[in-house]
């Protein structure tokens, strides 16, 4: 008996993989952190684009504010308008810088996320049912 890390919660899968992004799902969510580990919220909303919101895929960072977006979102944004869409630096194609370190620590964010949501939400559970509010 007890937790299998991997295994999720509630039986859902998010499909983050999916073509689909956004916040239709509740659990692909900085929200989702909550009680005891709710400092992993600012931890995710970090390494978060600022044009998609979704975790970095490939993320760039522009040569002269140093700011980070995915590869694709900033290309596309920069189709549009030539400067940095957080601070409006003047930005160009040319200016886009590959942020290994960055894409480095979503791709093991996002591989412990699940394991930590799941000890996240049992941890919550016991403390609800120490306290005896078990009635949800
Ligand atoms: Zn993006
Ligand atoms: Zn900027």
């Not at 998010?14 to 909550?34: F, I, N, T, Y």
Request: proline share 2%; with cysteine.
């Amino acid at each position: 008996m007890g937790l299998r890390a991997g295994s999720t919660v509630d039986g859902r899968r998010s499909l983050r993989e999916g073509a689909a992004k956004g916040m239709d799902d509740e659990d692909d969510s900085p929200d989702v952190w909550q009680g005891t580990l709710r400092a992993l919220r600012a931890v995710e909303e970090s390494l978060r684009c600022g044009i998609c919101g979704d975790l970095f895929e490939g993320p760039v960072s522009l040569a002269k504010c140093a700011h980070a977006y995915c590869s694709l979102c900033i290309r596309q944004a920069l189709n549009f308008r030539q400067d940095c869409p957080t601070c409006r630096a003047g930005a160009t194609h040319g200016d886009l810088v590959a942020n290994r370190a960055l894409g480095d620590t979503v791709d093991a964010f996002r591989a412990a996320r699940a394991s930590l949501l799941a000890v996240s939400r049992a941890h919550e559970a016991l403390v609800g049912v120490v306290r005896g509010d078990a009635a949800t």
